[in-house]
């Protein structure tokens, strides 16, 4: 045959030793698995005499090989292929052999470009039933060619950047998970987050002179963490992401706030309000001094920075703690001078706040503090990877075995 039988080629099946016989539709299985199929009766064959075992030529038919191959679906219903193979006799060897073709590998039933589709149905999401029943076979075997043609694996060269971070994978457990700083690049993923695991990972798969070439590995202030880091990357510098710096400082803010309201007794007063109503002013770095508007809660027309002024006027402490916020994040995302920060740490002076704590876990960390304040790095790259294993977790309803999971995220990051 000269051209693509159309039948064939509107199924995206260009091979032209296929010749399609007839078209039908059958019911074929049993109980609830019976349903309708869209039945293509094919035929397979090709000129062939040198025996592809022995060399010689005597190669003679020998009949047909029917194969039942599921293909993409034309039509909503699924498609099936009652292919008929040539099969030879070898009168030398005495073995015999089967047409091949590429629309389906040798002793398979589901062809070859279903495969691709199940991939980048898997790559968009997709749970596994889904896309099962998009496809028209069993959730099995998508999930089975999932596993064939996902393996997960190390990166072969390490960084010199390297983002560090945690994430929950199945049962609640939390599992730990790599970057590049650079490329956002997944290094690993590992079941736990367990400082023996992640140590152990590193020297088994990274030599000595490649960890030495780490220079910085970027991550919040998760102790653990800080006590192996230079036993595994001898020179690398800790980095504390300085988002999770001003995150600290704003959930001690946010607590001072909380308790200077249950203190007040007036519920209806202006400063109050503000405070209950206009909570997300206080987070604000550069409030509007200039223009007025109207805010809900307090009902009247005011500045931004006039509406802070009425609150912080009547506690003090609530002042203290704000104004050590503004000047926390000032020192680390605006001026970006370490020795800046460096005296707003030493110079704090405790009031029995939440703050309190925050500034003696920053001092604790100091040296990486100070060093997110010149790095470049961050741990945004990770944090975007962890939003998309959130998101996968969510589309597909959950997993119950992590190296299915783990396979997925590997399909989507890398």
Excluded at 134 to 143: D, E, K, L, N
Excluded at 306 to 330: F, G
Excluded at 398 to 414: D, E, M, P, V, W
Aim: proline residues 4%.
């Amino acid at each position: 045959m000269s051209q693509y039988d159309p039948t064939l080629s509107v199924l995206g099946i260009p091979d032209h030793n296929i010749k399609v016989a007839f078209v039908r539709h059958e019911y074929r299985g049993n109980g609830v698995r019976r349903r309708q199929y869209h039945v293509i009766d094919a035929e397979l064959t090709y000129r062939l005499t040198r025996c592809p075992l022995c060399g010689f030529e005597a190669l003679h038919p020998n009949g047909f090989y029917t194969a039942h191959v599921r293909v993409l679906n034309g039509v909503e219903i699924p498609t099936v292929i009652d292919l008929h193979k040539q099969r030879w006799r070898c009168h030398n060897c005495y073995h015999t052999v089967s047409a091949k073709t590429p629309l389906v590998q040798p002793n398979h039933t589901i062809a070859a470009h279903m495969t691709e589709r199940i991939m980048k149905l898997a790559h968009e999401r997709l749970p596994v039933k889904t896309i099962a029943h998009i496809i028209g076979i069993s959730a099995s075997s998508v999930q089975r060619i999932i596993d064939q043609n996902l393996k997960l694996r190390p990166a072969r060269r390490l960084p010199t950047r390297l983002c560090f971070d945690e994430f929950r994978s199945i049962h609640g457990m939390m599992s730990f998970i790599c970057l590049g700083a650079d490329l956002d690049r997944l290094i690993s993923l590992l079941g736990d987050r367990f400082n023996r695991t992640i140590k152990n990972f590193f020297i088994a798969h990274y030599s000595l002179a490649e960890r030495t070439r780490v220079q910085t590995v970027t991550m919040d202030m998760n102790a653990a963490y800080q006590t192996i880091i230079h036993e595994v990357f001898p020179k690398a510098q800790v980095v504390i992401d300085r988002f999770h710096i001003i995150q600290l400082a704003a959930r001690a803010l946010d607590q001072v706030r909380v308790q200077a309201l249950k203190q007040l007794d007036d519920k209806h007063s202006r400063p109050y309000k503000i405070m209950k109503t206009n909570w997300r002013l206080f987070h604000q770095t550069a409030p509007d001094a200039k223009h007025k508007q109207f805010l809900f809660g307090l009902n009247e027309d005011v500045t931004q920075q006039e509406a802070i002024d009425i609150a912080l006027d009547t506690e003090p402490q609530l002042k203290q703690t704000y104004e050590t916020y503004l000047a926390l994040h000032d020192a680390l995302m605006v001026k970006k001078h370490p020795a800046e920060l460096a005296n707003l740490l030493a110079t704090y002076e405790p009031n029995g706040t939440a703050m309190d704590m925050t500034i003696a876990t920053l001092k604790r960390h100091k040296v990486a503090v100070l060093a997110a304040v010149t790095s470049p790095y961050s741990n945004g790259p990770i944090e975007g990877v962890n939003r998309l294993i959130k998101s996968l977790k969510r589309s597909c309803f959950g997993f119950k075995n992590q190296l299915n999971f783990f396979k997925r995220i590997y399909q989507i990051t890398a």
